[in-house]
Nanobody, 129 residues
């Protein structure tokens, strides 16, 4: 069992930066890939970024590529999402989750929500223009 707690969201202006954190409990955190998703009001949840268990591989949605960076610190059981050059369209609740369908130490990256489990409660990011 893994519990995830996101933090770091807030209200910022366009062009600003934020760093989201996702702290995980449980001994298996470092064995799984992790992902960040977001959901804006009235919209479907969408993939943002993911990272392999080792941190050596990652993938991004086209909408955030070049602006967002995902990383992880397995010693701290934490995954991060550094968000730069924020835009109003980045406004959403951001969630982290565990890539359980990949299994232990998988090299496969997941971009679909149904590949993930143990979702956090989310953190709100609001970007004003």
């Amino acid at each position: 069992q893994v519990e995830l707690v996101e933090s770091g969201g807030g209200l910022v202006q366009a062009g600003d930066s934020l760093r989201l954190s996702c702290a995980a409990s449980g001994r298996t955190f470092s064995s799984y890939g992790m992902g960040w998703f977001r959901q804006a009001p009235g919209k479907e949840r969408e993939f943002v970024a993911c990272i392999s268990w080792s941190g050596f591989s990652n993938a991004y949605a086209d909408s955030v590529k070049g602006r967002f960076t995902i990383s992880r610190d397995n010693a701290r059981n934490t995954v991060y999402l550094q968000m730069n050059s924020l835009k109003p369209e980045d406004t959403a609740v951001y969630y982290c989750a565990v890539h359980t369908s990949g299994g232990y130490y998988s090299t496969r990256l997941g971009t679909k929500g149904d590949e993930y489990a143990y979702w956090g409660q989310g953190t709100q990011v609001t970007v004003s223009s």
